[in-house]
């Protein structure tokens, strides 16, 4: 069992930045893909960003792109989400998951464990 700890979630206004964390358990934090989705009230949960084991690659939504930027930090068991140029459209509970196969997925059913999601809201 991976346990995930979310954090940096809070409101905003447009165009403001915001930097949300999740920190994992286990000693073999290395050994998973990392991922970040979120959803918004009465919609279903959709693929933001996710990044493979050792960081060297990682994928987008388009609706993100050249906005969000996902990181990881292997030594402190951390998966980091930058988010810049923030939108109203963003707002959501954002989640981070854990996928203990290969490919850096886009599909939620993938991914094994997830975190409780921290609310993220975009003001204009």
């Known amino acids: 069992q991976v346990q995930l700890v979310e954090s940096g979630g809070g409101l905003v206004q447009a165009g403001d930045s915001l930097r949300l964390s999740c920190a994992a358990s286990?000693?073999?934090?290395?050994?998973?893909?990392m991922g970040w989705f979120r959803q918004a009230p009465g919609k279903e949960r959709e693929f933001v960003a996710a990044?493979?084991?050792?960081?060297?690659?990682?994928n987008y939504a388009d609706s993100v792109k050249g906005r969000f930027t996902i990181s990881r930090d292997n030594a402190k068991n951390t998966v980091y989400l930058q988010m810049n140029s923030l939108k109203p459209e963003d707002t959501a509970v954002y989640y981070c998951?854990?996928?203990?196969?290969?490919?850096?997925?886009?599909?939620?059913?993938?991914?094994?464990?997830w975190g409780q999601g921290t609310q993220v809201t975009v003001s204009s």
């Open positions: 990044i493979s084991r050792s960081g060297g690659s990682t």
């Open positions: 998951a854990v996928d203990r196969g290969l490919v850096v997925s886009s599909r939620a059913r993938e991914y094994d464990y």
């Open positions: 286990g000693r073999t934090f290395s050994s998973y893909v």
